[in-house]
């Protein structure tokens, strides 16, 4: 089969978040079940770009409303990530540093979907299947079905996979002319509440739609963010399936970015050495637990509650465990936790901003990771961090229901709580102290946490399982 997937991220070429790990990994399982994966995205100014060859394959023209643009589509010469890989080039739009973020990063992404359209319409023989991320492609089955010079695409079966569906890339119907010419009649499947919503238009326009975990799909037809009614009446077209972890990347025996590899026999001395490395790297005190949080500092993700969590813990449990916080975000929140700084005794810091090295060498050297979601599609870094023997401490929703089970339940290996509020992550927290006084159960859990198996393997099947549903 001839799979063409679309995205704005893709690791290790520009990541951003969970989007970029999956559509780094899952194009190269899809190859190795035999089948033609590629990917296509946009061409960034990231330091991937310089170090690696590049041939061109395409070049043309098209139009963002009266705005002609040139376009041009390069490939990487030796698919050094196991699939062909296509960036798309728009000078002046898209060869910028950041992923988003921008002004105008409504003319970005929808330049790039026209060109990505216009491209594949140029194709001699068409893929089977267009793969679609997230709202930063979401209109592309909307052109491929409705925009009258692409008539051709019409058959061309689309799926689409939301990795979050708390984004969904809205704008005004004044900027309905950037959408080449289409029919009229079919004003109602761009729009959701009075704009153009490139993710509604992707629900409504796709042969079929997954999300990245199932609990999440059933919990997107009573809280996503203004489209439940839409996913309950879509629900039929609509399946979960887990994301899978890339084990190239992700393991504590080959890990390009620790110093120290281990695997489940030795991994309390391999974690004890990248605790050591971690610790003395930011002043912390090497004998207690040590709890990290990494990740986007926003609401979705629990953030906001840290600086309290941290406070509370210290004061009810005592100066009993170390934390360290790794991300970048909400303004507010990222000076409450560097404030927290003053008070710490060798027993929290953090990194403000993205690093992807430090993120490795903090699921290898810490005790437990911390995860207080409000909303969690899947959820990678609890699947990251168990693969590395780190215990998970995750708030019942989305993905982190469907992958912990907390200790407690039967066959259960991480710690789980109903609700993001400070007094529930503070418990949680507790518990987790003690367990690690229990040094037989400690280790045993460590164990069994890497002996799980959330590698690609089975998703990767399901998604071929749909594509082949179509026929
Ligand atoms: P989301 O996509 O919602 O941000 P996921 O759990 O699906 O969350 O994926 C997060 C990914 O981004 C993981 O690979 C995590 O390690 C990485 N990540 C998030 N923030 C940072 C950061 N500040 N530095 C390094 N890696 C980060």
């Given amino acids: 089969?001839?799979?063409?997937?679309?995205?704005?991220?893709?690791?290790?070429?520009?990541?951003?978040?969970?989007?970029?790990?999956?559509?780094?990994?899952?194009p190269r399982f899809?190859?190795?079940?035999?089948?033609?994966?590629?990917?296509?995205?946009?061409?960034?100014?990231?330091?991937?770009?310089?170090?690696?060859?590049?041939?061109?394959?395409?070049?043309?023209?098209?139009?963002?409303?009266?705005?002609?643009?040139?376009?041009?589509?390069?490939?990487?010469?030796?698919?050094?990530?196991?699939?062909?890989?296509?960036?798309?080039?728009?000078?002046?739009?898209?060869?910028?540093?950041?992923?988003?973020g921008y002004d105008d990063d409504t003319e970005r992404f929808c330049a790039f979907q026209i060109a990505v359209v216009h491209w594949l319409n140029s194709w001699q023989q068409l893929p089977e299947i267009v793969h679609v991320h997230d709202h930063h492609a979401g209109l592309i089955p909307f052109m491929m079905q409705h925009c009258y010079a692409f008539k051709r695409l019409q058959e061309v079966r689309t799926i689409?996979?939301?990795?979050?569906?708390?984004?969904?890339?809205?704008?005004?119907?004044?900027?309905?002319?950037?959408?080449?010419?289409?029919?009229?009649?079919?004003?109602?499947?761009?729009?959701?509440?009075?704009?153009?919503?490139?993710?509604?238009?992707?629900?409504?326009c796709c042969w079929k739609v997954t999300t990245v975990s199932n609990t999440y799909m059933n919990?997107?037809?009573?809280?996503?963010?203004?489209?439940?009614?839409?996913?309950?009446?879509?629900?039929?077209?609509?399946?979960?399936?887990?994301?899978?972890?890339?084990?190239?990347?992700?393991d504590p025996q080959e890990d390009k970015y620790i110093q120290d590899h281990f695997n489940s026999v030795n991994v309390q001395n391999g974690k004890a050495k990248n605790k050591k490395l971690l610790c003395d790297k930011f002043r912390l005190s090497i004998d207690k637990p040590l709890f990290i949080f990494i990740g986007r500092?926003?609401?979705?993700?629990?953030?906001?509650?840290?600086?309290?969590?941290?406070?509370?813990?210290?004061?009810?449990?005592?100066?009993?465990?170390?934390?360290?916080v790794l991300g970048s975000g909400e303004l507010e929140t990222e000076t409450r936790l560097k404030r927290l700084t003053s008070i710490a005794e060798e027993d929290y810091a953090s990194?403000?901003?993205?690093?992807?090295?430090?993120?490795?060498?903090?699921?290898?050297?810490?005790?437990?990771?911390?995860?207080?979601?409000?909303?969690?599609?899947?959820?990678?870094?609890?699947?990251?961090?168990?693969?590395?023997?780190t215990i998970p401490l995750v708030r019942r929703t989305g993905g982190l229901i469907d992958t912990v089970i907390d200790m407690g339940d039967p066959d259960g290996y991480g710690i789980s709580f109903n609700h993001t509020a400070v007094g529930d992550i503070t418990h949680a927290i507790y518990r987790a102290v003690r367990l690690h006084a229990?040094?037989?159960?400690?280790?045993?859990?460590?164990?069994?946490?890497?002996?799980?198996?959330?590698?690609?393997?089975?998703?990767?099947?399901?998604?071929?399982?749909l594509y082949k549903s179509f026929d």
């Fill in 219 to 250: 919990e997107l037809r009573t809280m996503s963010n203004g489209l439940e009614p839409l996913f309950d009446y879509e629900k039929g077209k609509c399946t979960g399936i887990l994301n899978g972890i890339d084990y190239a990347v992700w």
């Fill in 30 to 100: 899809q190859r190795e079940k035999g089948h033609n994966a590629a990917v296509v995205m946009p061409m960034y100014r990231t330091p991937y770009l310089d170090s690696h060859q590049w041939e061109l394959v395409h070049k043309s023209s098209t139009n963002l409303g009266q705005w002609t643009f040139d376009y041009s589509v390069i490939k990487e010469q030796s698919d050094t990530q196991g699939f062909p890989l296509y960036l798309l080039d728009i000078n002046g739009l898209l060869d910028r540093e950041k992923v988003y």
């Fill in 351 to 389: 990194y403000i901003g993205y690093n992807e090295t430090l993120s490795h060498l903090m699921y290898a050297g810490a005790d437990f990771l911390l995860m207080p979601s409000r909303v969690e599609p899947c959820g990678l870094n609890q699947l990251y961090a168990m693969r590395y023997g």
């Fill in 1 to 26: 089969m001839d799979i063409l997937h679309v995205s704005a991220e893709c690791y290790p070429v520009a990541k951003a978040g969970g989007l970029g790990d999956v559509v780094g990994s899952l």
């Fill in 438 to 465: 229990e040094n037989e159960t400690f280790s045993s859990l460590r164990q069994k946490i890497m002996a799980l198996d959330f590698s690609w393997n089975m998703s990767a099947d399901q998604y071929l399982s």
């Fill in 160 to 204: 689409l996979t939301i990795h979050n569906a708390q984004y969904q890339g809205a704008f005004g119907w004044d900027k309905t002319i950037y959408i080449p010419h289409w029919d009229s009649w079919k004003r109602g499947m761009l729009e959701w509440e009075g704009q153009i919503n490139p993710l509604a238009s992707a629900i409504k």
């Fill in 297 to 324: 500092l926003v609401g979705e993700k629990g953030a906001d509650l840290l600086p309290q969590v941290i406070k509370d813990s210290f004061r009810y449990i005592g100066r009993k465990m170390n934390f360290l």
